[in-house]
């Protein structure tokens, strides 16, 4: 069975000259922010990074890695994959292949990383922030979630997601769509916040990645979520570097995620029978 797992995607490894590979996790946590809502977008904020798949039964998809990566002007690069419209970038339609129905799995391996287990702070982390953002899409139904270890890279894959029905995959893209933004503390640190278009795959469907760029005296971080929507299926992807020492990179962009999001999705979302 080992020879069937697919070859895995690989996100790009090296880091920016001058940056330290310390763990996202850890710089969130010297900056006192939380993982997701507040190492992403302010509280509060309409176009704030959100974190999918709710435990409670709701999920709401995170934001990340489009076809594009955020600037730290807070522009958008176009050599991603997504258009920075808000228009429909479906592979296929908006019920994806033909109008296929579809449900989410979570199996052992996907995409070629297998699953693992994240720090327990840092689980608890990402479910509060998830279980707080989930009512923006307002979508619920039947959760998954699975932590993917990525270990070439040193970053935990958090997948989350929800199966349901009727759901409008134009509005929850929209809900997370946003123009740049910047926000300072006056202190010297300040955090860059958007989303962008991207190709959601041969499922189809609509994808969008949101960015959340945090800059200090000393470096720069990126978190990322690139999240998927059909109409029975809402689902996210982040990726969030390993705080062991073993991270290639600080921060993974939205044209790191976006081709992750695209492989673990081919392989977690399976037709209804």
Not at 19 to 27: D, F, I, K
Not at 33 to 41: F, I, M, T, W, Y
Not at 128 to 136: H, L, S, V, W, Y
């Given at each position: 069975m080992a020879s069937s797992v697919p070859k895995r995607v690989r996100a790009s490894s090296a880091p920016r000259p001058g940056?330290?590979?310390?763990?996202?996790?850890?710089?969130c946590t010297l900056l006192g922010?939380?993982?997701?809502?507040?190492?992403?977008?302010s509280t509060g904020s309409a176009n704030g990074a959100v974190a999918s798949a709710a435990q409670s039964g709701a999920a709401a998809p995170?934001?990340?890695g489009s076809g594009a990566t955020t600037t730290q002007g807070g522009a958008t690069d176009p050599a991603a994959n997504g258009s920075a419209s808000g228009g429909g970038t479906s592979d296929g339609g908006i019920g994806g292949n033909g109008g296929a129905s579809w449900v989410l799995s979570a199996p052992q391996v996907a995409a070629g990383y297998p699953q693992g287990q994240p720090p327990a702070d840092m689980v608890q982390r990402f479910n509060?922030?998830?279980?707080?953002?989930?009512?923006?899409l307002g979508v619920s139904g039947t959760p998954v979630h699975a932590y993917y270890d990525d270990r070439a890279d040193g970053a935990w894959i958090f997948y989350t997601g929800v199966?349901?029905?009727g759901f409008d995959p134009d509005h929850l893209h929209d809900i997370l769509y946003q123009l740049p933004a910047v926000n300072d503390d006056g202190a010297g640190d300040r955090t860059t916040t958007s989303a962008i278009d991207a190709k959601p795959g041969p499922h189809g469907g609509r994808a969008i990645c949101n960015t959340v760029l945090v800059h200090t005296d000393m470096l720069t971080t990126a978190v990322s979520t690139c999240s998927w929507f059909t109409p029975t299926t809402a689902a996210g992807i982040t990726l969030v570097s390993k705080a062991d020492g073993t991270s290639t990179k600080l921060g993974f962009t939205a044209v790191d995620v976006a081709p992750i999001m695209r492989a673990i999705r081919a392989e977690v979302e399976v037709p209804r029978q």
């Open positions: 940056q330290s590979t310390v763990a996202l996790a850890v710089v922010l939380p993982l997701v809502s507040a190492c992403g977008p995170a934001t990340a509060t922030d998830t279980r707080q953002n989930a009512a923006r199966t349901g029905s």
